[in-house]
Structures are given as structure tokens and as C-alpha cells.
């Protein structure tokens, strides 16, 4: 009777040993599952953040392309979403969104539709694209949602939470003179281009330059550290034109820079008189001339040896 009693004992507190594992697990398995959907809806947002953000990066290209044209104020935004669609975000067929395989660019996760506005300029503000994104329901099934939501946008530069409408808005303006400039001049030089002439408005220097490349006619290229060219150069000697940028034109300047004996057998002169250097232009060269007279045995005569000091310009 004492060992049935005893056996009795046992399997309770078996089962309740049982009971409390499993209640347990259930509270670990709960627990674990909330992590796990409070990380996804995180990740959702990040996601969701970087989608707006290649909006706006899209627009800013949008309008990088619009000054090359030639473009400017309101024109230089999109007007819409088929302005962006497919050149500077992805497109989305109908089918395959239907399908469930993409999403369109001004789609949320939730079901709502992102508007893209152009605005005009006016006296408080310029012309500018506003972005206007519906968020999740505020109720307690998505509060935890909406808020991450709110918390991820609100990183957006000009972004304002407009609560009784349930949406959070901001602005893309012009591309402006901080990083968006990066667009045009890129400061580590690489690929990029200007667009227009670049006037620092006569109050500023470009400094701590290592060169300044100007393109020439043809389309070569011209270091101004390496300054004006300048070499010596003898009678009759030719030296090839240069080229320059457009609306310059190729000269040549010279100087003498000697006059004296450069044959084998020394001639002896004096009384140098009237003398000049100069040249003689072709189509693709000029010849270098010296030209002096000088008292020989008695007799003037007309002599060519010695050095010319040569120097190459662009004129206008």
C-alpha cells in the first residue's frame, strides 16, 4: 500500500515536471518569435528608408541631366513618376507586380501609394519636388510598425511628420552647394564633368593646384604648369606650331639671344650693325631667320650665325 501511495507521488510530480517544461518552452518559443518579428519589422524599415532615398537620389540625378540640357527652375524636376520610370528607378510591370515578383517605386509594403509633386516657386520658397508617404495604420496591431516606420523617415533631410493625416512628407530641393555638388564636380576628381563655366564671383582663388589641363581646337591637351614653351633656336631652323584652346591662335615670338661664329673655320667680324630675328610662317611650321650685318676684312656683310631665343604662345 506504501510503495502504491509512493508510485502516486511519483507521476504527479512527473506531470507536473512535465506541465512547467512545456510552459516554459511555450514562453521561450513566444518570446522568441516576438524577437524575431520585432527585428523583421526593423529590417522592413531600413528598407523602406532606402527605397526613399533612392527616390530622392534618382531626382537629384533627374536634375543633373536636365542642366547639361540646358534646363532650369521648375523644369528641372520631374513632373511624375513616368519622369523617373524606367531611366532612373527600376520599372515594375503591372503583371509582375500583380505576381508579386517586384514593386513599383511608389509602392509601400502596406498597400499605400507614395505621390510625387512638382512645385512650383513662389515668394517663401523655391521650386521643388514634394514627397508625400502614407504610413502603417496607428492601431495596435502596427503601432510597433508605425513607429519604426516614422523613426527610420524622420532621418530625412526636411521630412515632417503630419500626424492627423498619418503621413510623413519632405522636400528634394535643387541640388545645392554641399554634398549634392558631387554630382558635377566630384572632389576626388574622378569621372565627373562641369557643366557651364565655373565663376567663384571674383571674391575667391582656386588654390594648392598641381595642374590646369585646357583642352585644345583639336581636342589635345595643354598643361599650364608646364607654362609657356621656350627653346633656342639656330637660322633656318623650323619649329612645328602648336596648338591651342579655341578662340586662340598659335605665335611664335623671338629674340636673338647671340650673334657669333658657328662654322668649323671662325670668321672674324665687328662693327655689328643693324640686326633682327624673325620668322617665316607655312601651314604647319615656321622657319627661324637671323639676320644681322657685320664688318668683314673690311667689307659689310650680311651674316646668320648665332642663337635665337624662341617662345610659343596662345594669343587671342
Excluded at 547639361?68 to 520610370?85: C, E, K, M, R, T
Excluded at 503591372?94 to 511608389?106: E, L, V
Aim: charged content about 20%.
Amino acid at each position: 500500500m506504501t510503495n502504491l501511495h509512493r508510485q502516486r507521488g511519483f507521476g504527479v510530480a512527473s506531470m507536473l515536471g512535465v506541465v512547467f517544461a512545456l510552459g516554459a518552452f511555450s514562453f521561450f518559443l513566444m518570446e522568441l518569435s516576438t524577437i524575431v518579428q520585432t527585428q523583421n519589422i526593423k529590417r522592413k524599415g531600413k528598407m523602406f528608408y532606402a527605397q526613399i532615398a533612392d527616390i530622392r537620389d534618382a531626382i537629384r540625378m533627374h536634375q543633373v541631366d536636365k542642366i547639361a540640357q540646358g534646363q532650369s527652375g521648375i523644369y528641372l524636376f520631374p513632373a511624375g513618376w513616368n519622369d523617373l520610370v524606367p531611366n532612373y528607378l527600376p520599372d515594375c510591370s503591372t503583371t509582375d507586380n500583380q505576381a508579386g515578383r517586384c514593386r513599383m517605386p511608389s509602392q509601400t509594403g502596406w498597400g499605400g501609394v507614395i505621390t510625387l509633386t512638382r512645385v512650383a516657386a513662389t515668394v517663401l520658397a523655391p521650386s521643388h519636388n514634394l514627397i508625400v508617404i502614407p504610413l502603417p495604420p496607428v492601431n495596435a496591431e502596427f503601432k510597433f510598425e508605425h513607429d519604426v516606420h516614422v523613426s527610420e523617415l524622420l532621418q530625412l533631410p526636411f521630412a515632417r511628420y503630419n500626424e492627423s493625416a498619418n503621413t510623413v512628407s519632405f522636400q528634394v530641393h535643387r541640388n545645392g552647394d554641399e554634398l549634392e555638388h558631387d554630382g558635377l564636380v566630384k572632389r576626388s576628381g574622378d569621372d565627373s564633368t562641369l557643366t557651364g563655366d565655373w565663376d567663384v564671383g571674383g571674391n575667391y582663388a582656386i588654390t594648392n593646384v598641381k595642374d590646369v589641363i585646357v583642352r585644345n581646337s583639336d581636342g589635345s591637351q595643354r598643361s599650364l604648369a608646364a607654362g609657356t614653351v621656350a627653346m633656342v633656336a639656330k637660322h633656318d631652323q623650323r619649329i612645328d606650331k602648336h596648338k591651342c584652346p579655341t578662340g586662340l591662335t598659335a605665335d611664335i615670338v623671338t629674340g636673338i639671344k647671340g650673334m657669333f661664329n658657328t662654322t668649323t673655320i671662325p670668321i672674324v667680324f665687328k662693327n655689328i650693325s643693324a640686326s633682327r630675328s624673325y620668322t617665316v610662317a607655312s601651314s604647319t611650321y615656321w622657319t627661324v631667320k637671323l639676320d644681322y650685318y657685320a664688318e668683314i676684312d673690311g667689307k659689310v656683310d650680311i651674316l646668320h650665325d648665332g642663337e635665337v631665343n624662341v617662345t610659343l604662345i596662345c594669343k587671342p
